[in-house]
């Protein structure tokens, strides 16, 4: 019995499912979820992360967690962790650049990668080649040890499922999966309905059908890393595609050979995301103490030195090679690209401030 089976056979039993429930399923579940059973990333994948882009993102992000140890004193021991490192590449270069940049940022660091997927794991490890030696994989941030923190994670929220509402005879009741006449898998409105105090304050005269999309455990695995940052000190860099306000919409999407499909077609086989709702995030960091400060990919990446690096990597190379990096650049940090869409939070204990954010 394939996945679909397997959900149409739960919501006959059970009646309806949420949206977070579906996504969940669809993403991982242990024997037919997308991130436990596909190799996702890359060309030859689902979909391209930035640091398969091109070495620089890692690099630049190389750059800023040094100067994040160094914002938080050099401490002689310190956690470097990325959450979510997909095939290794962002680590692979952010580990490059910091031994370059500063040894003693490399001897201090404890690294650590936490990782869900056995499958991940192991292509990860494979890609870190004689780093792999002195780097601990957890699949929970909760197992790493104490000490101040430096935390990287690129495209890992949207991959945590979130719920939809929609707006029936005024009011917003939860968006389920239910089954149609001939047993498809269609939309519904449920009966639940939201606090009204956690939508924005537009909703009253949102239009009939409106969505509004909210991620409790996105917000929770927030909650997590401020607790620890607030505690032990330290900064957070994440990236994600998302808005950096609320708003209405429906964002659920499913990506399959780096094309949009159908996210109720074949459960499992391909990406489901939503956006990342950034204000959420830096409310939850903000309530365990911590500070927040965002902006968009492409102002990160010019301010930390994406031309200058671009222009570096390609000096005295075929003209080939330099179309190339100027292609990588656009792609990056181009406002019609990645470089607008995408987002980057990041979160510091009160005494810490990292450039190139502003400090509140």
């Not at 005269?205 to 509004?212: L, N, R, T, V, Y």
């Not at 094309?259 to 939503?274: C, N, Q, W, Y």
Request: with cysteine; hydrophobic share 45%; net charge negative.
């Amino acid at each position: 019995m394939n996945l679909k089976q397997r959900i149409i056979r739960q919501i006959e039993a059970t009646g309806p499912i949420s949206v977070a429930d579906y996504m969940a399923m669809c993403l991982f579940d242990r024997d037919a979820g997308y991130y436990t059973t596909r190799e996702p990333f890359g060309k030859d994948g689902d979909f391209i992360t930035a640091p398969e882009v091109s070495q620089i993102f890692g690099e630049l992000i190389g750059v800023w967690c040094v100067s994040a140890w160094q914002a938080l004193g050099a401490p002689s021991e310190f956690v470097l962790c990325e959450m979510g490192p997909g095939r290794g590449t962002l680590m692979k270069d952010l580990i490059r650049t910091a031994i370059k940049l500063a040894p003693d940022f490399m001897t201090a660091a404890k690294i650590h990668m936490v990782e869900i997927s056995d499958r991940l794991t192991q292509i990860q490890q494979s890609a870190l080649g004689k780093h792999s030696n002195a780097i601990v994989w957890t699949k929970q941030l909760r197992q790493i040890g104490p000490g101040p923190l430096v935390l990287i994670a690129n495209e890992l929220f949207d991959a945590i499922p979130s719920r939809q509402y929609v707006k029936i005879k005024g009011r917003f009741v939860e968006r389920t999966l239910a089954l149609d006449a001939r047993k498809n898998l269609v939309f519904a409105a449920g009966s639940g309905a939201i606090d009204q105090a956690l939508l924005p304050p537009a909703a009253n005269i949102a239009p009939e059908g409106s969505i509004f999309e909210i991620a409790p455990a996105r917000s929770a695995m927030m909650q997590e890393i401020s607790e620890r940052i607030h505690a032990e000190r330290g900064a957070a860099l994440l990236f994600d595609y998302g808005h950096l306000q609320p708003g209405f919409g429906d964002t659920l999407q499913a990506l399959s050979r780096h094309s949009s499909v159908d996210v109720l077609h074949i459960p499992g086989a391909a990406d489901l995301t939503t956006h990342v709702d950034f204000h959420s995030l830096a409310q939850a960091a903000r309530a365990e103490g911590c500070k927040t400060s965002a902006m968009s990919q492409g102002e990160f990446l010019l301010a930390m030195g994406l031309l200058d690096r671009a222009g570096a990597l390609g000096r005295g190379k075929p003209a080939a090679f330099q179309d190339q990096i100027r292609g990588d650049v656009e792609r990056l940090a181009g406002p019609e690209q990645m470089g607008t869409l995408f987002k980057v939070l990041c979160v510091t204990d009160p005494a810490t401030h990292t450039f190139p954010f502003e400090a509140k």
